[in-house]
């Protein structure tokens, strides 16, 4: 879209497209990067691309765009789970055969726990848990030993 100025000189009108602000390089994120070096300057209306680091979760646009100077919103790398063997121990709990192998997990995963032999949960009574990572946060479901 180009804006346009008219000028009047000696009753004869010219049409003038506007000058548009181009953009500074634009802004870093934590746990990510562009997936291009950064330019010095960028033209009103391009984009930038923009990847997390391994396991970071991208919340928002990975695209953002240059408009009259400003730069749109960048996303957000948010941080994964990882795996604690002391804080699986500490409980009681093991992780289900599907997640075996695994230590890292994305932001809104879940995660499957069950109690170790002769133990349930704590809480609920029960010996299998979904537990849902959240920013970087896995709240262990607790188990005790049968009689107890």
């Not at 802004?27 to 009103?44: E, M, V």
């Not at 289900?96 to 704590?122: E, T």
Request: proline share 7%.
């Amino acid at each position: 879209l180009w804006l346009k100025l008219t000028e009047c000189f000696s009753n004869v009108f010219n049409v003038i497209p506007a000058p548009t602000e181009k953009c500074d390089p634009p802004p870093s994120i934590a746990n990510g990067a562009l997936t291009l070096p950064p330019l010095t300057q960028y033209d009103n209306g391009s984009s930038v691309q923009y990847s997390c680091s391994d396991y970071h979760f991208l919340q928002g646009s990975e695209r953002i765009y240059c408009s009259e100077g400003q730069w749109s919103s960048p996303p957000v790398c948010i941080e994964p789970c990882t795996l604690s063997k002391n804080e699986m121990e500490k409980n009681n709990v093991l992780l289900q055969g599907f997640y075996k192998n695994q230590v890292y997990f994305y932001h809104g995963d879940y995660v499957g726990f069950y109690c170790k032999q002769n133990h349930f949960g704590a809480e609920s009574g029960t010996t299998l848990f979904q537990v849902q990572c959240k920013r970087g946060q896995l709240t262990y479901p607790r188990c005790v030993e049968r009689g107890r």
